[in-house]
């Protein structure tokens, strides 16, 4: 606000240049960022799964996925389950007999990051590792030049003609469960002796015995006048 004298009156003169109003079409939602409809994700839908069919059909007769390990999930809330982890660590892999650079080649996921905090954990992994590797078909690289390690030629002619069932999916082939036991949280405690069985509904009794104590005593108080007053 500048002030200007203009004879003996004083006007007020008021600069617009900083003064940057913004609109209310700013503050204003549009109606198209609240509901948006998607006319193209039918199509997206069908893009994905013809890649999937596609992607399936390359890479036959291997599986689509790849083994993945058993790990628990994180926090004291959810770590009693179990799901699929990123890979397998090293120490895994050394258990069971499979090269790290050798596991990549034949749909095993590796995570060098990952760490064994558990003996429980690692046995279950190798003896994932195994299994996957009794039930392995590994073909060779060149027809008719099988190596160390590679299915015999019987075994791959039945593979190839169909003969021997062939996983689509690991996931399937070799599911992950969660099993819960409930009836051990449940069960009854034996090293519990006769008298300790009720000791909550004691302490609560004691609990309201100490807290209703003086109007127990007023009440009993007032009967007793009645009383007397009843027998004069």
Excluded: W
């Excluded at 939602?29 to 013809?50: A, C, D, E, F, V």
């Excluded at 990123?86 to 499979?98: D, N, Q, S, Y």
């Excluded at 399937?172 to 090293?191: G, L, W």
């Amino acid at each position: 606000m500048i002030f200007e004298r203009i004879g003996n009156v004083v006007s007020a003169v008021t600069l617009i240049r900083y003064s940057r109003l913004t609109s209310d079409a700013l503050y204003t939602q549009s109606i198209t960022s609240i509901s948006l409809t998607l006319y193209i994700q039918p199509g997206r839908k069908l893009r994905r799964r013809n890649a999937r069919i596609a992607k399936a059909v390359a890479v036959a007769p291997r599986p689509v996925d790849k083994l993945r390990p058993i790990v628990r999930c994180p926090t004291i809330k959810y770590n009693r389950r179990v799901r699929a982890g990123r890979g397998f660590t090293f120490t895994e892999l050394k258990e069971a007999g499979i090269p790290r650079k050798f596991a990549r080649t034949i749909g095993i996921s590796v995570d060098p990051r990952r760490q064994n905090l558990s003996e429980e954990s690692l046995a279950i992994n190798v003896e994932r590792l195994k299994s996957y590797q009794a039930r392995l078909i590994l073909f060779p690289r060149r027809a008719g030049q099988p190596k160390k390690g590679d299915a015999p030629a019987e075994e791959v002619k039945k593979a190839q003609k169909g003969e021997i069932e062939v996983a689509r999916h690991l996931q399937n082939a070799q599911p992950i469960k969660n099993v819960t036991s409930i009836e051990e949280a449940f069960s009854e405690r034996k090293d519990i002796g006769e008298g300790e069985k009720e000791a909550y509904r004691r302490l609560r009794d004691a609990r309201s015995e100490a807290r209703l104590v003086g109007v127990r005593e007023k009440r009993a108080k007032a009967k007793a006048e009645e009383a007397q007053a009843a027998k004069k």
